[in-house]
């Protein structure tokens, strides 16, 4: 054990251990509402609630994620990526226990606020965190990790739903955080967050901690602490100035890229799956003496969660590209094999497993591939100079597509009047932003962060670089 202590991997693990469990239980987060609302619309239900309000239940965890991301991008530059995983866990459980002793619906509102405000205060810093503190060889699995963690906080949620009530899984999940956020304690801060606050002796510390003193490290670190030096002494910018630095080819092309992933990624459909499981489920014809729902919610949810373990496998064997292209083409094939399927047999198919052979698909392709490569891409693509800024504005379109496709999910199957419609769009859209994302995404996979940054340089600023140099 004290061997395993003085490893480089194994401090990085170590690290990457807080955000990755905390993630876990923002992905309980956005299950939550699965199990919340079958519950609350029983007949002996103290709480009573509508169509309505179900659909605000359902999206009010999302709403204030949009926001809170940009908050998080903000705050992580001030009070660290550490700090900010630590201080974004008293909102978190603060609303998981308004839900757990909640006396009316109002008080389960506000605690879904709070629960997705966190949500969204952790979307930029987690990815950057674990970037910023691992070796670029194991950078891209310990990211797709705390993708892991959500679908395993997805799972989790729905399986203590399924026997235990709602109030007890609130406050199940409510009291994960607390040993989390004291274990974070022991954790060091991000060198480059350290760097950029001028504490140049602690980010070496930090850095020889998590990474070793190998002559590749020392390189490394000296680059970051230069490339911090330049930002530092370079003349401070003006409003104006830093909105027209906006036309940077190193800020605005990771920007779009990583915007069109993520809103790929959300448009799969995935979240709508993880908030109407039990719906879409029935929609599709498993329900009744056909097929137990809850059952097949349980056995979708451990097949997106083996999927997540999967994906730790292909970062490792795939390029970012072509792991993309796998889960993209992936989904959207699935999805029009499905709606084909239920076209043919309408609302009571012959064969029930399948649809739940094609929904389990689905979700596989999701899991092993746009949903952790929009982070783990997220976590390396920025340039130091914007990285704060490109995490909030990115995090900020992926919570929003994430609220628009919840928010839209009950209003697209009452216009369609049925799932076939609605599968539809997202498969369409999905195969749009993959064809997309093919033409123009960068490989990022195993390159140090200042080698990304160099990329999105044109090939004429190239050569003046390396002529001053």
């Known amino acids: 054990m004290f061997n395993l202590l003085s490893e480089p991997w194994f401090k990085q693990i170590l690290v990457a251990i807080g955000p990755i ?4 239980v923002l992905g309980m987060t956005e299950g939550y509402s699965a ?5 609350l619309q029983e007949k002996n239900s103290t709480i009573k609630i509508n169509t309505q309000l179900s659909s605000l239940i359902a999206s009010m965890s999302a709403l204030p994620m949009a926001g809170g991301c940009i908050l998080g991008g903000y705050f992580m530059g001030i009070i660290g990526r550490k700090g900010i995983h630590i201080w974004s866990c008293v909102p978190l459980v603060l ?10 619906v109002v008080f389960i509102l506000v605690g879904r606020f709070l629960t997705g405000l966190s949500d969204g205060l952790l979307g930029p810093p987690t990815g950057v965190y674990i970037a910023e503190t691992s070796h670029p060889s194991s950078r891209g699995v310990l990211i797709v990790l705390a993708c892991v963690s959500t679908t395993s906080g997805l799972f ?4 203590l739903g399924t026997f235990f009530t709602w109030r007890v899984t609130a406050l199940i999940s409510g009291l994960i955080p607390v040993p989390l956020v004291i274990f974070m304690f022991f954790m060091p801060e991000s ?5 950029k606050r001028g504490r140049l002796e602690e980010a070496t510390k930090a850095f020889y901690w998590c990474r070793g003193e190998s002559t590749q490290s020392q390189i490394e670190l000296k680059e970051l602490i230069e490339r911090q030096k330049n930002i530092d002494e370079a003349p401070k910018l003006s409003l104006v100035t830093q909105i027209r630095n906006i036309r940077d080819p190193k800020f605005w092309k990771p920007t779009i890229m990583i915007s069109i992933l993520f809103f790929t990624s959300q448009i799969t459909g995935n979240n709508a799956m993880a908030s109407y499981s039990i719906k879409i489920i029935q929609e599709c014809g498993l329900k009744g003496e056909v097929f137990d729902e809850y059952l097949a919610m349980v056995v979708m949810d451990s097949f997106r969660t083996l999927a997540s373990v999967i994906s730790c496998v292909l970062v490792f064997k795939l390029t970012r590209r072509n792991l993309m292209k796998l889960g993209g083409f992936g989904v959207s094939t699935s999805l029009f094999l499905l709606i084909s399927y239920l076209f043919i047999q309408g609302t009571t198919p012959d064969s029930p497993m399948i649809v739940l052979g094609l929904l389990m698909t689905y ?9 952790p490569l929009s982070w783990t891409m997220m976590g ?3 340039p130091l100079a914007y990285r704060g800024l490109g995490t909030a504005i990115t995090s900020f379109v992926c919570y929003a597509s994430l609220y628009s496709v919840v928010q839209t999910f009950p209003f697209l199957f009452e216009y369609f009047g049925n799932m076939k419609g609605v599968l539809a769009v997202y498969g369409v859209c999905t195969l749009c932003g993959t064809v997309l994302l093919t033409l123009f995404l960068p490989e990022t996979k195993d390159k140090p962060l200042h080698e990304i940054e160099d990329s999105f340089v044109s090939n004429k600023c190239k050569k003046e670089i390396h ?3």
């Not at 199990?35 to 519950?39: R, S």
């Not at 609303?95 to 009316?104: E, R, S, V, Y």
């Not at 060198?191 to 760097?195: D, H, R, S």
């Open 191 to 195: 060198p480059t967050y350290l760097a």
């Open 95 to 104: 609303g998981w226990l308004l839900i757990a002793f909640a006396p009316n």
């Open 21 to 24: 469990a905390i993630t876990g």
């Open 156 to 159: 989790a949620v729905h399986l």
């Open 467 to 469: 002529i001053q140099k």
């Open 380 to 382: 390396e693509i920025f």
């Open 35 to 39: 199990i919340l609302l079958p519950q």
């Open 363 to 371: 979700v596989f392709f999701i899991a092993v591939g746009l949903m």
